[in-house]
């Protein structure tokens, strides 16, 4: 699912307007960005948690050369599914199995 059409199903949800429903979902999205440049985790109960780590400087392989290049330190953004998702998706793979 791309943002169009997250933005058609949520406008069609919750009975709003397009233009409306991408303000909604752009506000989310900002406010999720702006905690998380504030170094704040955005905890949403039972579908996750969004934060940011620290990747610390370590040196890599270079796949053409097979060289070694060191790849700087870096602070990025993480998630960590929460438990109703990871059930909600273990489910649909179960019963995929079975089928």
């Not at 905690?35 to 039972?46: Q, R, S």
Request: net charge positive; aromatic share 4%; glycine share 8%.
């Amino acid at each position: 699912m791309n943002k169009s059409q997250l933005v058609d199903s949520l406008s069609e949800i919750a009975d709003l307007s397009k233009a409306k429903a991408v303000l909604v979902l752009d506000t989310v999205l900002d406010q999720i960005t702006q905690a998380l440049v504030e170094g704040e985790p955005v905890v949403l109960v039972g579908f996750g948690t969004f934060s940011v780590k620290k990747r610390a400087a370590r040196v890599g392989r270079d796949p053409r050369t097979g060289g070694t290049l060191q790849i700087p330190a870096a602070v990025v953004a993480s998630f960590k599914a929460g438990k109703a998702l990871k059930d909600a998706v273990n489910l649909v793979s179960e019963k995929a199995a079975e089928a």
